[in-house]
């Protein structure tokens, strides 16, 4: 801890060490705090990233093995960003797997947000408290299913038990967003803060990751930060490449051939039924708005990552073909399905809220009942 305060930084095996004392509950909540403030006060290096994976991956972690065609892809953000967005990596992950991508993701329940990952998909009929086993089977039938990462059945020691007294970023979040139990090998991450797009990348090279991007995207003025591909301003990327080499860029939404989005328009709604019908109103094609090009902007990249395009351009287009063909609502539906202890209740609760959102218009950068 002196070290930590002093700016020192630990070793891989140190950090492994340390994290197991915090995942194993073997100090006092307190001294597990000030660590945590510590470590991410000083700001966490690759090492200390891919020890902390190291520890909640070998001690929480329950380890699955889903049997799919290619490389399984996981895209997430760490959350406790500065910018509020509906669940944008959610969507995105719908349109990749529509393209014939494997998806495993690994999510949370919102802490900072209003609506995380895990509450979005619950909503929508995907039954996210299943057994780890219902989820291999879902990628393995659907091609994509989400792990809860606050759950004990998907971490059983502790990790959901810190994360929810957490109300600020850590390495935590981080290293425990990393410790999915697919394991997958290439993905696409968002972060909080531009100081962790390389030491991220770093890490997810030294726990087996062959290719990726990690991003952090900024506001239109470029004050605040986003852990998604920013549809408004520049994004800061750190990729990992086949070679092994990790190269820094930046990109923005021209790049993609998006004209710049409105941040205000990305804003979630209050409930979580009418945030799950505006992103219904995405996946099937009747948005064709701010929404659906900040989708497509955060697709584009799992889509060039993993051969389905030449580039974020063609990307783009490709992911906004997907969702107006009806193939990314299609996509959804096949996982409610899958991922689920009763299918016929999961579809009905999916048509019911399909349904809704037909039902509604736009109104002044609102949905109201038509």
Aim: with cysteine.
């Amino acid at each position: 801890m002196n070290r930590l305060i002093a700016g020192e930084s630990l070793s891989r095996e140190e950090a492994r060490e340390m994290f197991s004392q915090v995942i194993s509950d073997e100090q006092p909540d307190v001294h597990q705090g000030a660590f945590l403030a510590a470590i991410t006060a000083k700001g966490p290096t690759s090492d200390e990233i891919a020890g902390g994976w190291d520890a909640i991956y070998a001690l929480d972690t329950f380890k699955a093995f889903p049997r799919v065609c290619g490389e399984l892809f996981e895209n997430c953000g760490t959350g406790m960003d500065a910018v509020e967005t509906f669940n944008i990596s959610t969507a995105a992950s719908m349109v990749a797997a529509a393209a014939g991508v494997p998806m495993a993701k690994h999510g949370s329940r919102g802490i900072t947000s209003r609506c995380g990952t895990v509450d979005i998909l619950e909503v929508l009929g995907v039954e996210v408290e299943a057994d780890p086993e219902v989820v291999v089977r879902s990628i393995e039938r659907a091609g994509i299913g989400i792990f809860n990462g606050m759950s004990p059945k998907v971490h059983p020691e502790g990790l959901g038990r810190i994360l929810a007294k957490i109300r600020f970023g850590t390495v935590l979040n981080i290293a425990g967003s990393l410790a999915n139990p697919a394991m997958p090998r290439q993905g696409l991450r968002g972060v909080y803060s531009k100081e962790l797009v390389v030491p991220i990348a770093e890490a997810m090279k030294k726990i087996g990751y062959t290719r990726a991007m990690v991003v952090h995207g900024l506001s239109a003025d470029g004050i605040r930060g986003m852990d998604e591909v920013s549809p408004s301003g520049e994004t800061i990327v750190a990729e990992l490449r086949e070679d092994g080499r990790i190269a820094t860029f930046r990109v923005s939404p021209r790049d993609f051939g998006a004209e710049p989005v409105d941040e205000n328009l990305l804003i979630p709604r209050e409930d979580r039924v009418g945030e799950a019908v505006e992103l219904l109103r995405v996946l099937s094609g009747m948005e064709r708005g701010p929404r659906e090009t900040t989708v497509c902007i955060n697709a584009a990249p799992i889509l060039l990552l993993t051969g389905k395009a030449d580039d974020l351009r063609d990307g783009f287009l490709a992911s906004k073909d997907l969702i107006r063909s009806g193939e990314a609502l299609d996509k959804l539906g096949e996982w409610v399905v899958s991922q689920n202890s009763d299918p016929i209740a999961g579809a009905e609760r999916l048509e019911l809220l399909i349904d809704m959102a037909s039902g509604w218009e736009d109104h002044r950068g609102g949905l109201v009942a038509a």
